[in-house]
């Protein structure tokens, strides 16, 4: 699920822009390979630092690399996301309403950032037309991981302490919605404990995956 306004199935740069904004990205190494995500152990354990300005000027040239231009845009993808950060909650989307929206940047064991994670915080789930409620609190995220340091484990690291993060302790069920070819990207979040969906892509050619909270605890698959 994205926040944009669809009119006939056009979007505009805009709104393809925010649609990225949900979508898991760890894509494959620089050669095309699209090799398992489970090649590399985790990194060392991942802190979260809030998205700010500063720290988005730190992370835009990660955007330089064409495979996230391709999949992402340029540099002006991580500044619009402070946008989304700072919107005042009760937009309705779909028949779901945005609680909030979070944006992290991923910092490795010597404060060096390597990743980027985030999404909004909806009161329920619903598909592309509003289909398919599921009426608990549920998050969509997105992640990037810096380019030179991708198959690090870094992706799982980023997903993991969004799970544990105590500004994600209400939510009940999270979802990433994946292109259907980021084959890297799927295995990535089925390996923290995703699971498909549908098999099928929809429309817009994504997979979601989803993983709820199970028994309170925010590490249950």
């Known amino acids: 699920m994205t926040r944009e306004v669809c009119h006939d199935e056009v979007r505009t740069h805009t709104e393809k822009t925010n649609q990225a904004f949900r979508k898991a990205y760890d894509v494959p190494l620089r ?12 990194g ?37 996301q402070l946008g989304l950060i700072g919107e005042e909650p009760g937009t309705v989307f779909r028949g779901a309403v945005v609680l909030r929206c979070h944006g992290w940047i991923g910092l490795d064991q010597a404060g060096t950032p390597v ?6 915080v909806y009161d329920r789930w619903v598909r592309y037309h509003g289909e398919g409620p599921e009426p608990r609190i549920a998050m969509g995220l997105a992640y990037l991981v810096d380019p030179d340091r991708w198959r690090h484990g870094h ?17 009940q069920t999270f979802f990433c919605g994946i292109d259907a070819d980021n084959h890297a990207s799927r295995n990535c ?26 028994d309170g605890s925010p590490t249950a698959g």
């Open 155 to 171: 992706g799982r690291s980023a997903l993991r302490a969004v799970l544990t993060h105590p500004d994600t302790c209400d939510v």
């Open 115 to 120: 990743a980027f994670i985030g999404g909004d």
């Open 44 to 80: 060392p354990g991942m802190r979260l630092e809030p998205l700010s300005e500063a720290g988005a000027q730190r992370i835009e040239h990660w955007f330089d690399h064409p495979e996230v231009r391709r999949r992402l845009g340029g540099r002006e993808w991580i500044h619009r």
């Open 31 to 42: 050669g095309g390979m699209s090799r398992p995500a489970q090649t590399r152990p985790d």
């Open 189 to 214: 979040v089925e390996s923290v404990g995703f699971g498909l969906l549908d098999p099928e892509p929809d429309h817009e050619g994504m997979l979601y995956c989803h993983r709820a909270r199970q």
